[in-house]
């Protein structure tokens, strides 16, 4: 997987250069952390909900994030709106479905969002994941009942009906297309004890997907870059609270020459 290490490098050394303009429409709970997480990183952030801009501010951005965590009608309708747009313009479009299987309007939002848009990558849990697929799964509140493989071939099957990247995260995580799968396994259990972890990897495959044509190597370089992130702020921390710090230092310090010596690939297809 050298080569795949070698494009994380050129990834975030693209990033870091142009610094690309980051689409979001996210939930309330996490908007100042990931909007910190991509400044530090090197993109740009712009949070912005409101219908009447998203179509413009959507048509200059590099990436459009969709993260349906504090859902109302109105934001569901500007998600969509969003979308139809920068799927007219090839913007590329992620989405994290939090939560979905918990509610019925989550779990319907979700497949809404699918159904009327061009999403390039959806990245969740293994339950959130599984439940685009099967009604009948469910989450405990945001997190995950299931383990990463539980939604592994689910995943590789939903990727393949909706030309999708699919991006279950865990203690490993795994990248399909439906075709190739990938394993990511750098990361630390600290990341674990903090709210809007998976959501900043979503923005982060963002990012990423904004310099990097390809979703899924977009997605398992981000990955990659992100949980080698929570290593390095480990070291830094005693606990959660210092380790939210420590990950926003580790965003901005992890030079392209070390993602490259510590990405944890593993061709799983």
Same mark, same amino acid.
């Given at each position: 997987?050298?080569?795949?290490?070698?494009? /994380? =490098?050129?990834?975030?050394?693209? @990033?870091?250069?142009?610094?690309?303009? @980051?689409?979001?429409?996210?939930?309330?709970?996490?908007?100042?952390?990931?909007?910190?997480?991509?400044?530090?990183?090197?993109?740009? *952030?712009?949070?912005?909900?409101?219908?009447?801009?998203?179509?413009?501010?959507?048509?200059?951005?590099?990436?459009?994030?969709?993260?349906?965590?504090?859902?109302? +009608?109105d934001w569901i309708a500007s998600m969509?709106? =969003?979308?139809?747009?920068?799927?007219?313009?090839?913007? *590329?479009?992620? !989405? +994290?479905?939090?939560?979905?299987?918990?509610t019925s309007l989550r779990t319907s939002?979700?497949?809404?969002?699918?159904?009327? &848009?061009?999403?390039?990558?959806?990245?969740?849990? /293994?339950?959130?994941?599984?439940?685009?697929?099967?009604?009948?799964?469910?989450?405990? #509140?945001?997190?995950?009942?299931?383990?990463?493989? =539980?939604?592994?071939?689910?995943?590789? @099957?939903?990727?393949?009906?909706?030309?999708?990247?699919?991006?279950?995260?865990?203690?490993?995580?795994?990248?399909?297309?439906?075709?190739?799968?990938?394993?990511?396994?750098?990361?630390?259990?600290?990341? #674990?004890?903090?709210? #809007?972890?998976?959501?900043?990897?979503?923005?982060?495959?963002?990012a990423f997907l904004s310099v990097d044509?390809? *979703?899924?190597? /977009?997605? =398992?370089?981000?990955?990659?870059?992100?949980?080698?992130?929570?290593?390095?702020?480990?070291?830094?921390?005693?606990?959660?609270?210092?380790?939210?710090?420590?990950?926003? +230092?580790?965003?901005?310090?992890? &030079? *392209?020459?070390?993602? !490259?010596?510590?990405?944890?690939?593993? +061709? #799983? &297809?």
């Amino acid at each position: 997987m050298k080569r795949l290490s070698e494009k /994380a =490098a050129r990834n975030l050394a693209a @990033i870091r250069k142009k610094k690309p303009l @980051i689409h979001n429409i996210t939930n309330y709970v996490v908007m100042n952390y990931t909007a910190n997480a991509l400044l530090a990183m090197g993109a740009s *952030p712009v949070m912005a909900h409101a219908s009447n801009e998203v179509e413009e501010m959507v048509s200059f951005a590099g990436a459009l994030v969709l993260n349906i965590g504090t859902l109302t +009608d109105d934001w569901i309708a500007s998600m969509i709106k =969003a979308g139809k747009k920068a799927s007219e313009s090839k913007t *590329p479009i992620i !989405l +994290d479905p939090v939560g979905s299987g918990a509610t019925s309007l989550r779990t319907s939002a979700a497949k809404r969002i699918i159904r009327k &848009t061009r999403v390039s990558v959806i990245r969740g849990n /293994a339950s959130e994941i599984l439940s685009l697929r099967k009604d009948d799964s469910k989450t405990k #509140g945001v997190d995950s009942i299931h383990s990463v493989e =539980a939604a592994a071939k689910s995943a590789k @099957i939903l990727a393949g009906e909706l030309g999708s990247v699919l991006a279950v995260t865990g203690p490993t995580d795994l990248i399909t297309d439906g075709k190739q799968v990938i394993r990511v396994s750098n990361g630390h259990p600290l990341m #674990g004890y903090v709210t #809007g972890t998976g959501c900043t990897a979503t923005v982060t495959i963002g990012a990423f997907l904004s310099v990097d044509g390809d *979703p899924v190597s /977009a997605t =398992a370089t981000a990955l990659a870059f992100f949980g080698l992130a929570g290593e390095v702020a480990a070291k830094n921390a005693s606990a959660p609270g210092s380790f939210m710090i420590s990950m926003l +230092d580790a965003l901005y310090t992890i &030079t *392209p020459e070390e993602l !490259l010596r510590e990405c944890k690939f593993e +061709d #799983g &297809t």
